[in-house]
């Protein structure tokens, strides 16, 4: 039961929820940010190849097709055109990730910066100037 306890502990931190929430979004805006190069800059940067960008390959061996299905079998290919779509991929997030945290970043060190309220007299420092005032009277 202890072990039990100390994992639900572990599990409810504020940190590790962060973290949960973070990954789902990024996943999410992953796939956001593939249908955007799959469908807008692929279409565009094919057009310079005049092919489908996503579908360009260097093939090393060609493959046989198949009469009935028309299906190739037993190609070996460098697909270089995905590559280069998930390597366009990876440079959107990371970027958008790169702003995420230089806000965060900045928006924590306004927060450092703001300075503290002026701290008013202890207790102490009243009690001895009220006990001065009384003895002048």
Known sequence: MGMLK??????MKGNLVDIAVGFVMG?????????????IVSPLIGLLFNADFKNLKYVIKEGVADDLTGK??????????????????????????????KGVNAMKKKEEEAPAPPAGPTQEEL???????LKKN
Do not use: H, P, Q, W
């Open 6 to 11: 100390e994992f639900k502990d572990f599990a």
């Open 72 to 101: 190739v079998s037993g190609e070996v290919a460098v697909l270089y055109g995905e590559f280069i779509t998930n390597v366009i991929d990876f440079i959107i997030v990371a970027f958008v990730m790169f702003m995420i945290v």
């Open 127 to 133: 009690l001895a100037e009220i006990r001065d005032l």
């Open 27 to 39: 996943a999410a805006f992953n796939k956001v940010v593939a249908s955007f190069t799959g469908g």
